[in-house]
C-alpha cells in the first residue's frame, strides 16, 4: 500500500511539472509568435518587389509562425486536457 501511494505522488509532481513545462512553452511560443507576426508586416511590403533579398525572410518568417501555431494549439490542447 505504501509503494502505491509512493508512486501516486510521483505521478502526481510529475504531472505538475508537466504542466507547468507546457505553460512554459505556449508563453515563450505565444511571444515568438509576436515577434514573427511584427517581422511578417515588416518584411511583407519589401519582399513582394520582385528579387528583393528580404523574399526569402519573409518566406521563413510566414514558415516559422506556421510552425508556432502547431505548437501552440499542441500546447493548448495539452493543457485543456489537464485541467478537465
Not at 20 to 26: D, F, P, S, T, V
Not at 39 to 59: C, F, K, N, S
Request: hydrophobic share 45%; charged share 30%.
Amino acid at each position: 500500500m505504501d509503494t502505491t501511494r509512493r508512486h501516486l505522488t510521483e505521478l502526481a509532481t510529475l504531472s505538475h511539472k508537466t504542466e507547468q513545462a507546457e505553460r512554459k512553452i505556449l508563453a515563450r511560443a505565444e511571444s515568438a509568435l509576436e515577434r514573427c507576426e511584427a517581422d511578417i508586416t515588416r518584411l511583407r511590403p519589401v519582399a513582394m518587389v520582385p528579387g528583393a533579398a528580404e523574399a526569402q525572410e519573409y518566406q521563413q518568417a510566414v514558415l516559422d509562425r506556421g510552425k508556432l501555431m502547431q505548437v501552440i494549439a499542441q500546447a493548448r490542447k495539452l493543457l485543456a486536457a489537464a485541467d478537465s
